[in-house]
Structure formats: structure tokens, C-alpha cells
């Protein structure tokens, strides 16, 4: 008896031995990374709806946060396993890693029609391409607007904004009014939230074809970044500062904080993206506040009703193994059902949004896109689009006109000698 | 008895001894040497995005016209400056302190300033980061209690007093690993020579200047170097506290090199510093084993 007890445990070893490899090698490996923490549970649910649908295909799932992320990848990417899928925004990045040659050219997948092509505006496709190929899908939009706090704006009759000039005078109301009250909420620890700031006031300042070229460096290297306008885009932002329009210490809170602040009801507003209504709600705050346009700027020679939109997506490395794999994962996380579980489990704005149920957008998510509609023109935000070691000074210069280290005559020196160093050959 | 006869030769022979360092000499080549040769040539070549040509020393020459380098080194010197005085300066006191001073509780006084050093970088650099956050932090409510006003940009946000608050922070996550190894050492020094000097009727001080601090020289030698090799290379403390911000204000080298090569995406550059932090931390180390070296013929 126990000799025969042996024998059957000496099978199942070694049949689990020999056996277990040779399962696991008959399923294909690839590996997903992407942001979070807030994608986590829909990407779990995703991840698992895929491999239930395609069971030779296990994916590995790898996150990290917003700012973490940017390194990341980079680095995941300079290793000897890079992810085979990963997330990144349209823009300047893409073509960083199309210039490394890091990153596979998807215009095949477009050709063929693929699940994810079905009416995806071609301008959001476009923010991928260049004339060389087409080096990711995308599969969210971003935007971002002033967010209030409708209570307190009620109880005060207070009105959203039209002009700048109204913005100013509504930060100086608010602290009248209430003076624990911060008009608006405003972490920067991370620079980029200047950026986005900059992003709407260069818009309104300075003609788009103007701040495209400058962007792409294009024509003479000394006539970048030179038009007057962005002088005048940095000076209402310092007006902003020094109208006390912002809480305490704006270098050394998160976004997180910041956000966190509004919906505690610390701030009567906050310059926040599409990102933030679930945020936002899960402190309790749903229903409590509404959108509205950044103000036009009387007088400014730029575009008065234009938007930032940016899109993002994800890309296939050159070094994936299973590139058709991977290409199958990608087409089905834009699928109509996925698309319409990241709207209901993530509150963010679909890439195609009219494959989504408006029912599913929410109040928040529907205004957005109603204002996405109405602006004349849509900007993604500058950190997305400079050229890299330019963005990096927008980046760095962003805190220094908020210490007053600098000047805006300062910020736009650097910015115009980076822009230089950039052209060069 | 002659089988062990000859292992006795062979473990007396030139060729076990190269076996012995053979694994180790292998890791240090792979590890170390075959990195820093790659890192070497990486920088002598122009970045993937502009060609990456071969430049020479370009890579270099625009280090030198670099604005932000010249503020990461600067920031690395006082930051070496200060964690000596600090580190290495308030670990030898405390360490007196605790081997003469304090009869009671010295034990736990060792463990509460011991402490920091266990917690990890990362997580010492996010539990500041709440302390010191400028609307609602610790420090930030003390100071209301006590009526005292708070910087408007807050502390990590201020370009003058960020940098201060991180040595702050690193002295106390530090002194307690100095104050250890100064304390061993003390420890070390005869009880009598202590007597001798009390009965000739030397003070509290005297005794520290003329019997501890000649009776350290080797540890005090030692935690110099370890701090100043440390303070060179340091990375992740000011990557957690501020990456480098307000602006440049806090950049360090090491912070400088990643944020080069992972989000600027100038990877050759990045490699040019590393290799002048390499040479630097080489004649560091290269002065600590002159220090024992000194220390073994003494």
C-alpha cells in the first residue's frame, strides 16, 4: 500500500515536472504597462476578460504613477525586456522612442482595418503619426477646464468667469468672502501642472500656426519662441500668482493635494483635467461642482475659445516577441465594450467617444466633450509637443516664475536658447 | 598523510589564492569594470536622437558650458561640506556622549538615534514630505500654534530653503550610523588612559581634544569618506524630497544624470557625468584604502 502511495506521488511529480513547462511554454507571454493607480481595477478587469477570450495569451500587467512613469519607461525600454504594450501621450515621446527605434510601426493594423479604426477621428489617429508610420493607438482624450465649487459659488452668487480680468477679480472676492477659502487650488510639486496652465495662456495669446512651428522648431532658430505674445502669456500667469489666486506653497504641493483640497471644499476652483471628476467623487464631492472655459483674455492676440486636448494611447516595442499578440490586445482594449468599461470604471474620456453610450459618460465626462466641441482650436498641453530639452526648461523655468527667481523675460530667454541648441544640427 | 600533505601545499599555493579571488575579481569585471568601460565609450559618441556620431570629448566640453551641472556639483560639494560637519561632527559628539556622559538610558538613546537609519530612503522621503507640506504638514501647524510665519512657498518649495531641509533630513537619517561607528571606536580606547588623565586633573574637553579624538583619528578618517562618497552619489533622498526642484534648485548629479538620460532622453550625456562621478568617487575610495593602509603600518 505504501509503496504504492510512493509510486502514484512519484508520478505526479515528476508528470507536474515535465508536464508543467511544456503548458506553460504553449502559452504566449506578453506584458502590459500602464498608468495608475486608477486603471488598476479596469485593467485587472480587462486583462482578465482578454485572456478568458484568447487563452494561449497570458498578459503580464505592470503599472507605476504619473510622474514615476516617464523615467519608467524609458528605462523599461533601454532594458533587455521591455514591455510589449505600454502606455504613452501623443507627442513628443512617441517620436523620441521612433527616433531610438524602440517602437514598432503600426500603419499595417490601420490598412487592414483592425477593430480599433471603426470611427476613430482621424485627427486623434494623427497625433501618432508622422510621415514614416503610424507608432501607436490611441485610446483616450485629456482635457482640461476650470472646475467650481457650486455650492459656494451659490451661496455667494458668485458666476464662472467670462474674461481674465473677471478671473483676477473673483480671486480677490473669494478671499474677501472667505479668507480660509483658497480661490484656487494649485499643486506643482510636479511641474507639469504649470505647463497646462501655460499651454491655455500661450493659446490665448499667441497664433497656433506660430506656436506649432515653434514647437516643431521650424524656420529661422532665432526667430523661435520670439513672438510677444508668449511674454504676455507669462505675465498674466505671474498676475495670477500675485493676486493671491493660489493656496500656499504651490511648489511643494501634489497635484493630489491640490485636488484633494477642492473637493474638501478648501477651494472654490481648481484648473483640473478629465482625470479628476472620479478623484474628486471619491471624496465625496459628486454632484458638487461643474466645468467652465478657461477665460478668454480681452484684447490678447490669440485664439479666446480654444481648449487643451491632448490624446493618449499605447505603443508596441520593436523588440516584442509576439507583435500580433500584442497588436490583438491593443485592438480589443478599443473595443466598444472595453471602451465603455474604462468610461464606467475610470471616468475617462474615450478616444472614439461616439462608441460609447452617453448614458455611460456622466454629467462631468458629457460637458467636457460638449466643450471640447465648442472651442475653435485644441492644444495639447506644451510638455507633450516641445521638443524634449525644451519642454524640460519650460518644465524647470515653470518654478522658478513661481518662487519670482525668475522673470518672464528670464523664462522666455531660456526657453529661446534651448530652442536654439535644439535646431542645431 | 601524504594526500594531505599535498592539499596543504596546494592551499599555501599561488593557485588557490586565485581561486579565492577568482569569483570575486569575475563580479567586480562584470559588475563594475565592464559598466564603466560601456559608460566610458557611451560618452564619447552624440545622442541616438542627433546621429550618434562619434563626438570625442563633446559630450564633456558641454558639461562645461552647463549651467545645471555646475549647480548639481555645487550642490553635491555642500552637500559633502555640510554632512561632515553634521554627520560626522554631531555623530562623534553624540557618540561622547553616550561613552561618557550619560549613565542611564544610553541604550535606548542609541536605538532612538539609531532608528532612521533602518527606514528606507523612499519611505523617509515621503514622511517628510507630509511633515513638511506647507498647508497642512506638522511643521506647518506648529508653526501656526505657535504664532511663527511659514515660508509662502512652503519649505521643499522654496529654492533657498529646500536644500537645507534636505541635509536636514539626511543628518537625521544618518548621524546615527556615524555616531555608532564612533562610538565602537571610543569604546575601544583603555578606561585607564581616561583615569590617568582625570587623576593629572584634566577637564571634561581636554580630555575629548587630547585622548578621544587622537584615539578616533582612523574612524573619524573613515566616516569622512564614507560620507563624502556617500553625499557624491547621492540620489535618493533629493529624488524623493524634490527631484531636483524648484526649478534646478536641489539638483544633485545623480538626480541630474537620470533626469538626462530618462527624460530628456540624452543617454551619452547622462554617461559623461556619470564617468566624472565615477572618477571622483575613485579617488575617494582610493583615499580610504590610504587611510588603512597608513592605519595597518601604524
Not at chain 1, 4 to 22: K, Q
Not at chain 1, 356 to 382: F, H, K, W, Y
Request: glycine share 8%.
Amino acid at each position: 500500500m505504501k509503496t504504492g502511495i510512493c509510486r502514484i506521488s512519484a508520478a505526479a511529480i515528476l508528470g507536474t515536472a515535465l508536464l508543467g513547462p511544456a503548458v506553460a511554454q504553449a502559452q504566449t507571454q506578453i506584458t502590459y504597462m500602464d498608468l495608475g493607480p486608477e486603471r488598476i481595477a479596469f485593467n485587472e478587469e480587462i486583462v482578465r476578460q482578454f485572456e478568458a477570450a484568447n487563452p494561449d495569451i497570458k498578459v503580464n500587467y505592470i503599472w507605476q504613477a504619473n510622474e514615476p512613469y516617464k523615467t519608467g519607461i524609458k528605462v523599461m525600454l533601454d532594458s533587455n525586456s521591455p514591455p510589449d504594450v505600454f502606455f504613452n501621450w501623443a507627442g513628443t515621446t512617441v517620436f523620441d522612442f521612433v527616433d531610438a527605434g524602440v517602437v514598432r510601426d503600426l500603419s499595417e493594423s490601420e490598412t487592414r482595418g483592425d477593430g480599433w479604426t471603426r470611427d476613430m477621428p482621424m485627427s486623434i489617429t494623427d497625433q501618432f503619426r508622422n510621415p514614416e508610420g503610424l507608432w501607436g493607438i490611441p485610446t483616450r482624450i485629456y482635457t482640461k477646464a476650470f472646475w467650481k465649487n457650486d455650492s459656494f459659488f451659490a451661496d455667494n452668487g458668485l458666476e464662472a468667469p467670462e474674461t481674465f480680468d473677471e478671473l483676477l477679480g473673483l480671486c480677490s472676492k473669494v478671499r474677501e468672502i472667505d479668507p480660509q477659502m483658497t480661490p484656487i487650488a494649485f499643486g506643482a510639486s510636479e511641474s507639469w501642472t504649470i505647463n497646462h496652465y501655460l499651454t491655455v495662456l500661450f493659446q490665448r495669446h499667441v497664433d497656433p500656426a506660430r506656436i506649432a512651428a515653434d514647437h516643431r522648431l521650424q524656420g529661422d532658430a532665432e526667430a523661435l519662441y520670439t513672438d510677444p505674445g508668449y511674454l504676455e502669456a507669462l505675465k498674466d500667469f505671474q498676475e495670477m500668482v500675485d493676486a493671491d489666486c493660489f493656496n500656499a506653497g504651490i511648489n511643494s504641493v501634489t497635484p493630489e493635494v491640490s485636488r484633494a483640497m477642492f473637493a474638501s471644499d478648501l477651494a472654490a476652483m481648481t484648473f483640473c483635467g478629465s482625470w479628476c471628476p472620479p478623484q474628486f467623487d471619491e471624496q465625496g464631492f459628486e454632484g458638487r461642482y461643474s466645468p467652465f472655459h478657461f477665460p478668454a483674455i480681452e484684447g490678447a492676440g490669440g485664439v479666446q475659445d480654444g481648449i487643451l486636448v491632448g490624446a493618449s494611447g499605447y505603443q508596441i516595442s520593436a523588440a516584442s516577441k509576439y507583435p500580433e499578440e500584442s497588436m490583438r490586445f491593443l485592438s480589443f482594449m478599443n473595443e466598444p465594450e472595453q471602451q465603455a468599461l474604462m468610461v464606467e470604471m475610470v471616468g475617462q474620456l474615450p478616444a472614439n467617444g461616439s462608441m460609447v453610450p452617453e448614458d455611460l459618460l456622466g454629467a462631468a465626462n458629457t460637458r467636457l466633450l460638449q466643450m471640447i466641441a465648442e472651442s475653435s482650436v485644441s492644444s495639447p498641453p506644451l510638455n507633450t509637443v516641445m521638443e524634449t530639452t525644451v519642454s524640460d526648461v519650460t518644465l524647470k523655468s515653470g518654478q522658478d516664475l513661481v518662487n519670482g527667481t525668475i522673470t518672464p523675460e528670464d523664462f522666455m530667454q531660456r526657453v529661446r536658447d534651448a530652442a536654439v541648441k535644439a535646431a542645431r544640427p | 598523510m601524504a594526500s594531505t600533505r599535498t592539499i596543504n601545499r596546494a592551499l599555501r599555493g599561488p593557485i588557490f589564492d586565485y581561486i579565492m579571488i577568482g569569483p570575486a575579481v569575475v563580479l567586480f569585471s562584470v559588475f563594475i569594470v565592464w559598466p564603466a568601460i560601456q559608460t566610458l565609450y557611451t560618452s564619447l559618441f552624440a545622442e541616438p536622437t542627433k546621429g550618434g556620431a562619434f563626438i570625442g570629448l563633446g559630450n564633456y566640453r558641454e558639461m562645461m558650458g552647463d549651467p545645471v551641472f555646475w549647480i548639481a556639483l555645487r550642490n553635491n560639494l555642500i552637500f559633502i561640506l555640510a554632512n561632515l560637519v553634521l554627520q560626522v561632527g554631531l555623530g562623534t559628539v553624540l557618540a561622547a556622549i553616550l561613552d561618557r556622559g550619560i549613565r542611564r538610558g544610553s541604550t535606548l538613546m542609541r536605538t532612538i538615534i539609531f532608528a532612521p537609519l533602518v527606514i528606507a530612503p523612499v519611505a523617509i522621503g515621503v514622511m517628510w514630505k507630509m511633515i513638511l507640506e506647507p498647508n497642512f504638514g506638522l511643521l506647518r501647524q506648529l508653526a501656526d500654534g505657535i504664532g511663527l510665519p511659514f515660508p509662502t512657498q512652503g519649505i521643499l518649495g522654496d529654492p533657498y530653503l529646500a536644500f537645507p531641509a534636505i541635509i536636514g533630513v539626511g543628518v537625521w537619517n544618518y548621524v546615527g550610523f556615524m555616531m555608532t561607528i564612533m562610538l565602537a571606536a571610543m569604546q575601544g580606547i583603555s578606561k585607564d588612559v581616561y583615569e590617568a588623565a582625570r587623576i593629572d586633573g584634566a577637564s571634561a574637553v581636554q580630555t575629548f581634544i587630547s585622548i578621544t579624538l587622537p584615539g578616533v583619528r582612523y574612524a573619524l578618517v573613515l566616516c569622512g569618506l564614507i560620507v563624502i562618497v556617500g553625499s557624491f552619489k547621492t540620489f535618493e533622498l533629493v529624488y524623493v524630497l524634490t527631484a531636483g526642484g524648484p526649478g534646478n534648485a536641489t539638483q544633485v548629479l545623480g538626480t541630474y544624470i537620470v533626469e538626462s538620460a530618462f527624460l530628456v532622453f540624452q543617454p551619452n550625456y547622462a554617461a559623461g557625468m556619470s564617468v566624472i562621478v565615477l572618477l571622483v568617487a575613485i579617488l575617494f575610495g582610493s583615499l580610504q584604502v590610504y587611510n588603512r593602509e597608513s592605519k595597518v603600518k601604524t
